[in-house]
């Protein structure tokens, strides 16, 4: 399978902006800004509006997080209509054009409802727009299920765009709810948006991957089952590390406090582990070689950005007071490489794995 070149550099360009996305979430986080605005729906061109009227830090950052959603979610649905639309089957290109239709459709439409509702209550959520989305969502990864199971070219790549594009409206609707519902569920919600945020940097990471020339060369398959193991083993309890670090940036939750710094050395051994073996004289090696250095060097540097932000962080008045710019960089960086810290090990464990994958 190869893709045009325009395609391959779209796919890498998704993944730049959703990079950017996340870098302006963190400072979301990290100034405590994510109510800098309360309205919620926000139509893009409200919120380039709204800074200008009020020029405060909180509003500039808050709002530029918003737009770099609205950005990050049309080059997503761009790639998922371009990937399906390379399908051979005439019937397959319209269905997944008339669902990626019915499921952007619905959302505004439950939004707008959301927004005209008389007060702020889960109850508004439960609007035919949003039933109509929910409905259009189920009925593409069924259709993503059946491709990723299917013998022709392109389909993984379809399957995994197919959960990107369904991950990134879920993902704008976790981060709308934080600030609809913040006197009910805003925090809970911060963790889950913060989270999912990694799933979704990992799916369009690797589908710049899968879209590449030298992917789709299906060559190289043989890999060390070892290797394969280990990969995957680092993956998983990278997922599982950070999923502690957003209770303990969000919640300061008293077991996440323990479990996040004990699980980086887990996730450090492993890494190392598998980048040593990589040394071995064993099947496919030298291929997974280089990636799995890479992982090591950003969880070394990963962890030197942890002990600083914990150190900084038993200060009561640095937890709960204003954020410095020192604080905030330290504090940034160490969230931004742990997405490069989770993005890796994925694609380090899928490549390891590409001959079953394919």
Not at 69 to 82: P, S
Request: proline content about 3%.
């Amino acid at each position: 399978m190869t893709y045009p070149r325009w395609l391959r550099i779209w796919s890498t360009l998704t993944a730049l902006a959703t990079f950017g996305l996340i870098a302006v979430g963190t400072l979301v986080t990290t100034f405590r800004v994510g109510m800098a605005d309360p309205v919620w729906p926000t139509a893009p061109w409200h919120l380039l509006i709204v800074p200008f009227a009020e020029p405060s830090a909180g509003y500039l950052i808050e709002h530029t997080h918003r737009i770099a959603g609205y950005l990050g979610g049309t080059f997503v649905l761009v790639l998922t209509v371009a990937l399906w639309w390379s399908t051979l089957a005439l019937w397959k290109r319209f269905a997944a054009l008339l669902l990626v239709l019915a499921v952007a459709a619905g959302t505004a439409i439950g939004m707008r409802l959301v927004k005209t509702a008389e007060q702020r209550s889960i109850e508004a959520l439960f609007n035919p727009g949003f039933g109509l989305a929910g409905a259009a969502a189920l009925a593409f990864l069924s259709m993503a299920w059946m491709e990723a199971g299917c013998r022709m070219a392109g389909g993984k790549q379809r399957a995994l765009v197919t959960i990107a594009f369904i991950g990134i409206v879920l993902q704008g609707m976790l981060g709308g709810l934080r600030v609809y519902l913040n006197e009910l569920k805003g925090p809970e919600f911060a963790v889950i948006h913060g989270v999912f945020a990694q799933i979704m940097f990992a799916a369009v990471a690797l589908l710049a991957l899968m879209t590449s020339t030298k992917w789709n060369a299906l060559t190289d398959l043989a890999m060390d089952k070892t290797l394969r193991w280990l990969a995957a083993a680092t993956a998983t309890l990278a997922f599982v590390q950070i999923i502690f670090g957003g209770l303990l940036r969000h919640l300061y939750h008293p077991l996440a406090l323990r479990l996040h710094p004990l699980l980086a050395f887990g996730v450090l051994l492993l890494a190392a582990w598998t980048a040593a073996w990589s040394f071995r004289d064993v099947e496919g090696a030298g291929l997974v070689r280089r990636k799995a250095i890479a992982l090591l060097g950003l969880i070394l540097i990963q962890a030197a950005l942890g002990v600083e932000a914990w150190l900084r962080l038993a200060d009561p008045a640095a937890r709960y007071g204003a954020v410095g710019i020192t604080d905030a960089a330290i504090r940034s960086l160490h969230v931004l490489l742990g997405f490069g810290v989770l993005s890796t090990a994925v694609l380090l464990a899928v490549r390891a794995w590409k001959g079953r994958l394919i």
